[in-house]
């Protein structure tokens, strides 16, 4: 193994500190480009370089002397802050590692209605349709989405970021797009809503017929903080896309009975209602007829990939840490009991009566 200099940006957050855990790990030196304001859990064991990355261009100097073989950026969310990563580094490191995710795939655009198009075929590879619109996301969407990842701004595009990401000849980069992540300290909380219906001893989990049968794509935090590792870390891939995801293909009712198994729940996940015997609360506007599972062989094969926790332990981590760790700020809304036993009362009476 060749040992790396590799600078982290976004290396405080839910995923970037398990990446800095596993680089050190490997033997890598690490340097990490934070505010000051969150301390490393490594501390002592990286070189901090205080700034904003609003910054980057101005701590040039500093990037200069540390002098990085790779830079992994985290938390790329525009063209513009593409650009000045590039600018940044360029002449200093050999490669940059570009952190984007799935949100890039059409297939996402289809399933938030903001595409029209068909239904993309799954699953998605790296060579899969992207997004053609432009500014997806409103700014009333992105301002919700900010509270929890404030380094998001009102020029959201994975695709544009990757176009220019990738245009610098004189620094190549490797993209990696992200599944859904999970785990201990998911700043969204994806399981919970699960979690505390079953802790709350609820009879049954109500899901509309499409959204049960959805399948996503999912990772666990660790697993893939260990691709963003291999890809940064492997010289020969520059200029790669590599999705990094799990290979189950679970439906969201097969991943609710996995949670519930675990945490000895005897209820039921009822699958049988259509939208308009569903709880309002329970309804989102999203087309789950477009599934989201990415292919990631690629990785698997290129960089032998492979999850460095097994899924059962990586859901098991992250029940317990739900259970111990709720979310700040719970609507009860979201938690009307009453109407979810009404429509069992309302699907129970309508079986009974069917011929």
Partial sequence: ???????????????????????LEAGHEVAVLHRGNVPLSASGSVTEILGERSNLIELR???????????????LSSARQAHETLEAFRGIASRVAAISSGDAYRAMAVLHRLDNGPIQPIPITEDSALRTETKPYSAEALAGVRLVFPWINDEYDKV????????????????????????PGDPLHRLY??????????????????????????????N?????????????????????????????????ARIGSILGWRGRVVV???????????????????HLFMDSSRIRAELGYTERVLVSEA???TIEWEKAN????????????????????????????AP
């Fill in 61 to 75: 100097n500093e990037f200069r002397k540390w002098a990085p073989d790779v830079v992994v950026d985290m938390i």
């Fill in 326 to 353: 709720p979310p700040e700020r719970i609507d009860p809304a979201q938690y009307d009991y009453q109407a979810e036993d009404e429509a069992l009362t309302l699907l129970s009476t309508t079986r009974t009566a």
């Fill in 315 to 317: 859901l098991r981590r």
């Fill in 1 to 23: 193994m060749t040992r790396m200099r590799v600078m982290a940006i976004g290396a405080t957050g839910f995923i970037g500190r398990h990446v800095v855990a596993q680089l």
């Fill in 193 to 222: 809503s699960v979690v505390k219906r079953m802790l709350d001893g609820r009879p049954a989990i109500l899901q509309e017929q499409t959204f049960a049968q959805w399948v996503p794509c999912r990772g666990y935090v660790e």
């Fill in 160 to 183: 544009q970021v990757e176009k220019a990401i990738a245009s610098d000849s004189e620094l190549p980069a490797t993209i990696l797009r992200l599944p859904m992540v999970y785990g």
């Fill in 272 to 290: 049988a209602l259509p939208p308009d015997a569903m709880p309002k609360h329970l309804l989102t506007p999203h087309k789950f007829e477009q």
């Fill in 224 to 256: 893939v903080a260990h691709g963003i590792v291999l890809a940064a870390t492997t010289e020969s891939v520059a200029g790669r896309i590599f999705n990094v995801a799990e290979q189950e293909r679970d439906t969201e009712a097969e991943w609710t």
